[in-house]
């Protein structure tokens, strides 16, 4: 069987650190990998509306900006099929049959969609297309035939949903679609990397993030403010590791080569960490190390974005193509679908001569 990757991010805004280690530099690898036979990478525009139906501005003018940031980590569309959701209409058809397999109580007990209706104050009254965008996520990922899903941690529930449609619809309808994976981060940290107040969350609008495209003294000033241990006031007191953001960005982000270069005194993180739960080391030589590892990977981030930004109808250009060609797959399994789902007519010729045949008598 092929192995085919869908992902994809809704645009509303800039994307940055914890996109990055979470799920775009995963994809960068798996792409560049070459085990894959196809990869779709998805700006989710219509499911970005689920939730900004009254801002449809802010949806348009980021799609850009997420296209900006794919190119910017080295997504490369002579590799992976970059494209924007709402012009593939099939997705849309697709997520109306789906929606007969799946019940109300199983959209509720969604975890992550229960969360998002409690962030965005939507407990009294949910938009109907919100509360079905899980349904519309299994439409993504099927429509392309996906073997496997990277996503971060946040999406698992919708890949489980995924799968429970895909078995339903297999066993009512006979096998038309494909069981797919999910793809998580293997490392700990890029899991669930926390804003640099050490939230659990990165968003924009707690202002907490570090984007891709910020400039170097943005970076600093962020990393220079991160939260760290607040019991750690003198340099010899003993630091904690846990919850203390600094280090989760550099279990998230270092390598043993970061320290030849930056820090040659400590061989590798564990013996960093081991000096400041003993005491002795200063939060501000640690948050310049990690300024220094972070400055490092966002450079050429950075200077690239700047290079596709000098073209911006080239990157439309990326898109639009990308968009047909996603087209003309999810329209292949639409009609795979539709037939599965006996509602070919017009090319079943067994059908019409069987209805012929019924009424010849008359
Ligand atoms: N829900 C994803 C997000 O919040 C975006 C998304 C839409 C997606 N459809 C998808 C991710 C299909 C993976 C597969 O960013």
Do not use: W
Request: hydrophobic content about 35%; overall charge negative.
């Amino acid at each position: 069987m092929a192995k085919i990757i869908l992902t994809g991010d809704r645009p509303t805004g800039r994307l940055h650190v914890g996109h990055y280690v979470g799920s775009l530099k995963r994809r960068v690898e798996l792409q560049n990998s070459g085990e894959f036979d196809k990869i779709y990478i998805m700006i989710a525009d219509a499911q970005a509306l689920t939730d900004n139906a009254d801002n449809p501005d802010k949806v348009r003018e980021n799609i850009i900006e997420v296209a900006l940031d794919y190119l910017a980590c080295g997504l490369d569309p002579s590799k992976s099929t970059i494209f924007i959701q709402s012009m593939i209409p099939e997705l849309t058809e697709l997520t109306f049959y789906y929606m007969n397999l799946v019940t109300v109580s199983r959209l509720q007990r969604n975890p992550t969609v229960k969360n998002e209706i409690k962030m965005r104050n939507f407990e009294a009254s949910i938009p109907v297309g919100f509360f079905n965008y899980p349904i519309s996520q299994a439409a993504d990922i099927t429509a392309f035939k996906a073997t496997v899903v990277p996503v971060g941690e946040d999406q698992m529930p919708m890949i489980e949903q995924t799968k429970e449609i895909v078995h339903k619809f297999n066993s009512v309808y006979g096998e038309a679609l494909v069981d797919p994976q999910i793809l998580l981060p293997d490392n700990e940290a890029c899991l669930r990397l926390p804003g640099i107040d050490g939230k659990a969350k990165m968003s924009k609008s707690l202002g907490n993030c570090i984007y891709l495209a910020e400039e170097p003294e943005e970076i600093k000033k962020k990393v220079m403010s991160m939260y760290t241990d607040p019991d750690h006031i003198k340099i010899t007191d003993p630091g904690k590791l846990e919850g203390n953001t600094v280090f989760t960005y550099l279990d998230a982000f270092s390598k043993p080569e970061h320290f030849e270069r930056y820090l040659p005194e400590y061989a590798n993180l564990d013996e960093l960490k081991a000096h400041y739960t003993k005491g002795g080391l200063g939060d501000v030589k640690v948050k310049k190390f990690l300024n220094n590892v972070i400055q490092e990977e966002l450079e050429p981030i950075r200077n690239r974005r700047k290079e596709y930004q000098k073209d911006i109808a080239y990157v439309y250009d990326v898109l639009k193509k990308g968009s047909e060609e996603a087209e003309k797959v999810a329209a292949q399994t639409l009609s795979d679908v539709k037939a599965a789902m006996r509602i070919n007519y017009f090319d079943d010729e067994e059908l019409i001569a069987r209805h012929i045949e019924k009424y010849k008598e008359q």
